[in-house]
């Protein structure tokens, strides 16, 4: 059986957790340091972010970044697998639509 373990007993993370602040399509979010940018976005109930040429909307689907489903634009760069990126304070992601072409 699993459980989730609690910070205070956590032996990798014996600190309290410190709250970080992204900003997403001009909305910003809380997340927690150590998160995933995918993480926060997950916690805050946003699964999907990329829409695909064919239209179909995406979020995380393999989680350990070789799918690319979960890929936005982060601080200007974008395809950024977000899953494997970790969020930093101040981190702006924008969401990527691939129907529209690049500017």
Do not use: Y
Not at 27 to 35: M, S, V
């Amino acid at each position: 059986m699993s459980a989730i373990v609690p910070w205070e007993t956590d032996p990798i993370r014996p600190d309290e957790p410190k709250p970080l602040h992204i900003t997403v399509d001009g909305t910003r979010i809380e997340g927690l340091q150590g998160q995933s940018i995918a993480g926060v976005l997950l916690a805050h109930g946003t699964t999907e972010w990329r829409t695909t040429t064919a239209g179909r909307r995406r979020g995380v689907f393999c989680g350990i970044g070789v799918c690319f489903d979960c890929i936005a634009a982060v601080n200007g760069e974008s395809d950024v697998r977000l899953c494997l990126r970790r969020a930093n304070d101040g981190d702006t992601v924008t969401t990527q639509d691939d129907t529209k072409e690049a500017p």
